[in-house]
């Protein structure tokens, strides 16, 4: 009779098993896909980088767990799966669309995973007939900052300097030329 009484407890109570075995496995699958992302670094990383990307996996993970657990709750799979493509189609355009914000996301994640290009490398960005030159400060979630040879600081966004050829210099660049201003526009002095 217990066997029973067990099994029907089971049978009634599955979906606050189920989300119970979700939030148990929760922890143990983030340690993995940690170590995944160890594995697909090369080389040095910074820490504050390595912070971002894993709490941006974090969020990813939470986000399917999230909706692994609504399905076994009773959302009907037709309209999840509505949900789901609909989903799916918003965030593609959202995630590589070249003027969408969440796109500099995705190219963070791309940049950290491809490590080519590390704070304190010097690079040249090439846009067309224009170029941009500087040391990498820092690589956050949005943009990349560059320090110009001059001092300046140059803010360029994630997915442009993703889809963008970008030179890694040997060396520091030398200083631009300033051009000598020799008549200025405007009435003449006397």
């Given at each position: 009779m217990?066997?029973?009484d067990?099994l029907e407890?089971?049978t009634?109570?599955y979906?606050?098993?189920?989300?119970v075995?979700?939030l148990?496995?929760?922890?143990?699958?983030?340690?993995?896909?940690?170590?995944?992302?160890e594995?697909?670094?090369?080389?040095?990383v910074d820490l504050?980088?390595k912070?971002?990307?894993?709490?941006?996996?974090?969020?990813?993970l939470?986000f399917?767990m999230?909706?692994?657990?609504?399905?076994f709750w009773?959302?009907?799979?037709?309209?999840?799966?509505?949900?789901?493509?609909?989903?799916?189609?918003m965030?593609?355009?959202?995630?590589?669309?070249?003027?969408?914000l969440?796109?500099?996301?995705?190219?963070?994640?791309?940049?950290?995973?491809?490590?080519?290009?590390?704070?304190?490398?010097?690079?040249?960005?090439v846009d067309?007939?224009n170029?941009?030159?500087?040391?990498?400060?820092?690589?956050?979630?949005?943009?990349?900052?560059?320090e110009h040879?001059?001092?300046?600081?140059?803010?360029?966004?994630?997915?442009?300097?993703?889809?963008?050829?970008?030179?890694?210099?040997?060396a520091e660049?030398?200083?631009?030329?300033?051009p000598?201003?020799?008549?200025?526009?405007?009435?003449?002095?006397?």
């Open positions: 217990e066997f029973l067990v407890l089971i009634d109570q979906k606050l098993i189920v989300t075995i979700a148990l496995l929760f922890p143990v699958l983030l340690k993995l896909t940690k170590k995944l992302l594995k697909a670094i090369k080389g040095k504050h980088r912070y971002r990307a894993e709490l941006l996996l974090k969020i990813i939470a399917v999230l909706c692994l657990v609504l399905v009773g959302i009907e799979l037709r309209g999840l799966l509505v949900l789901g493509s609909s989903l799916f189609a965030l593609g355009v959202a995630l590589f669309a070249a003027w969408s969440l796109s500099n996301l995705t190219a963070f994640l791309l940049m950290f995973i491809q490590n080519d290009c590390r704070v304190g490398f010097w690079v040249r960005i067309g007939a170029h941009i030159e500087g040391r990498i400060v820092e690589m956050g979630l949005m943009n990349v900052v560059l040879i001059d001092g300046h600081r140059v803010i360029y966004p994630n997915n442009l300097f993703v889809t963008r050829p970008v030179l890694v210099l040997n660049p030398k200083p631009s030329k300033t000598v201003i020799k008549r200025i526009i405007g009435p003449k002095k006397s």
